[in-house]
């Protein structure tokens, strides 16, 4: 009796020991990394990225926990920790809110949310809410993620760019949180963690200033010394390939090797799709009294210029100003134009100074001019609440609310002229290169398709860009991320898996706004 | 009545570990110990579940069967392209019987039986790589039927009876893959509902020609589970006119528990002997879509296609009288899964199942025993998706490979008078 039950409980025994307590995945991504992710070439123990907003995380026009997370060197990190990455350290802000003060007082403002008004239009508004990160309250220990939100190149370099002393140009109050101390630059910071890998995306500011402010800067080309550039100028080529070489000098020390990105194209970010030239709606009993009152510049003034060869015929056309039904391109003063101030006020016009200033540079926009996402709020205001002067229309638009193709070939000349640098250098020091032109080119034009959807240039929509229409989104950083890493393994044969784009952040939707 | 369709629609779409969609197959020791057949097996009270017409077959005046069983089961999923891997944590279920017949007379016989057929319970890790489709699924049923079984000669035997449903559930999803509040916590959505009820029946038949050899049929009918009265709870979304308030509301629901067919044979070979074979086909095809409808007209409803097929179960049992007072038991099935490609949703993570069983009975006396059983479940590993998600109106499909296992220890007494 006592050995039958023996032997049942030995059976029994043996039949619950051999049946695993735990389902087996096999390989298991859990357990098996070593044999699914290899890291090839590459060593990514310390992953520090260098760069700028886009490095940091910035979106919806300002730096927050949330977007932090959705930065693409952090979910890079987070890829490269299955092929033998380590920890990644984010200067994160001290909230969601965005806003960053200095010495107390508020000096940039918070994130974009896609709020709805009464009448069910979704606009980007300010979040509402007192921010708490101080930019005096230096953080301690190092940080892996070293994009400085609005650097340029050169700035990288520059000491004391950490000094709140510095505040507010020779320095950024970003920086001046976390750098090591009041005058490390970032790179030394960078290169002081002794890198076993790097990213580098810098450049974008060296153009971006310039054009999102309407080209009211000035292009240095040709002109290396930093020290006298504005903020919105566009970085000489010759100071950028100098600056970026000695980057990657710095980075490479250390490094097993790196991924390097280049510039995109500002025509193709939505902050200068959203808003096209022709804007103004009008009927035509208003076309017709707008005409009436130019009628005189377009025939008389333009025409008797041209006559007399002041202006060349072709321009004395360009200058025409020409209002009818529908929508129509707004009206603007082009530093390009010859100036008519002075003639104008001479015999035989007799045009009183003011009147002679407006039509001084006067013509009207055409399809390939740009305007700034930001003017869009000024187009269409009145001047002095005079329902007569009306920005854009009657009254033409300074040069910063209109890109114009001159300023567009100045910034074009710019980009390629980095980014040939870019690759260059890419390609001399054997790191992966990562073509953003040619990718967000491709979102503008066709969208590059994801699981779940596709990713377009279309503004809040389109899933790329935030809502600031300069910076992406997570998703669009999850598209420069997998970009990356598919760069990366090419080159350097690791195996990194990619992330799923559908499970990064897209446009946050709120009504809690600023008043 | 909605509520209950509710309740079934959760318990379907969590889909225990343990047999088709979230069929529990634990409904009585004896039969679980032989592989889960039963539908010709007289052996106890377990009848009132597995044949309700063999109750009048039963020796004795009284014949009372209860028992529990512990559910332990785990999935993984991962998806190698990503990286991403996640697992249910290993919840404790425990379905539960109690059967008891009365005999009046040779021909008829009176029986209660309570059960729990249906109930899941599947908690991923929160906000995991599918939390869009669920977090955490819990589903409870409790079958209550009184029973007549009447011997309408010596070789033939019927019964039946209504069955009264009562269910609870609760199911937690987020709201979207990447959709947050200010401060990134996931917008999710909890459903809950208890005390759904409604009505069904099953009747069945048992055919003993001779001595050794029994047939039988049972027939469960389907019963609509549909909730009316629940609350929808939504979480952590932003205050905008393009999300859901952060409320409760109302919503509504249905949830199929699909008819079960059973046939069956068993045969004794002598004394000691008995081998029973029983097949299962269970009509999931009923279940095609859960939609949840939400009060509130400007929150859009949630559709959930479940395209499920009919699914059939093998089961295979033998028993064998060791002793007197001691009866062992072994079996084995195979079950079909009903889901099918395309429509693999993490809230019913099973594929086809291999269910290895055994068990004992130690007759402690006349009149009582005690019946262990125990079943290890092993899902064959599958590579899958869930295609019909939607999002922002493009089918966003959720792919990975799943594994799944579950180890049902369970125990009971039988008592006979």
Redesign the interface.
Known sequence: MKSIYLKISLVLAAFILTISCEPELDPSVEDDQDQLYQSGEANFTNYVSVGNSLTAGYMDGALYVDGQKSSFPNIMAGQFEFAGGGEFNQPLMDDNLGGLLINGNQSLSNRLVLAVDEAGNPAPAELAGTPTTEATNTLSGTFNNMGVPGARSFELVANGYGNASNLPTAANPYFVRFASSPDASVIEDAIAQDPSFFSLWIGNNDVLGYATSGGTGTDQTGNPDATTYGANDITDPQLFAQVYNNLVDGLNQSASGGVVFNIPDVTSIPFFQVVPPNPIPLDAETAAQLNAQFDLYNTQVLGGLAQIGFISEEEAQSRQINFSEGNNFVILQDENLTDLSAVLQGPPFNIDPQTAQTLSQLRQATPSDLIPLTSSSFIGTTVNDNPSLINGVSVPLSDQHVLTPEEQNAIQAATNAYNETISGIAEQNNLAFVDVNSILNQVNESGIPFNGGVLTSEFVTGNSFSLDGVHLTGKGYALIANRAIKAINELYGSTVPMVNIGDFKGITPSNNIAQ | MKKLLVVCLFMLSTASIYAGGYRVAAQGQRALAMGHTGVAVVNSAELAFFNPAGLSHLEGQLNVSVGFTGVLS???W????????SETDSGLGTPFNAYVSYKINETFTAGLAIYTPYGSSVEWEKDW?GSHLVNDINLESIYVQPLISIRLSDEISIGGGPIFVTGNVNFNRNAS????D???DRSNVTIDDSGVTNWGWSASMLITPGEKFKAGINYRSEIILSSEDGKATFRDF??????PPNTTMGFQAELPLPAELTIGASYEFNDKWLLAFDYNRIFWNVYESLDIQFENPNVPNSINPRNYKAASTYRLGLQFK??DN?T?RTGYYFDESPVKPGFFAPETPRNDANG?T?G?SFQINDQIAIDAS?L?V??E?VKTSYDPYI??G????FEG?Y???A?LPGIGLTYNL
């Open positions: 785990q999935t993984k991962q998806n190698q392209n990503t990286g991403q891997f790589a893959r990447s959709l947050t200010l401060e990134g932003t205050n905008s006119p393009l999300t060791a002793l001691l062992l290895f055994g004992l125990f290890y092993r899902f590993e999002e922002n493009v089918e966003a499909p490979t594994n799944s296992n180890f």
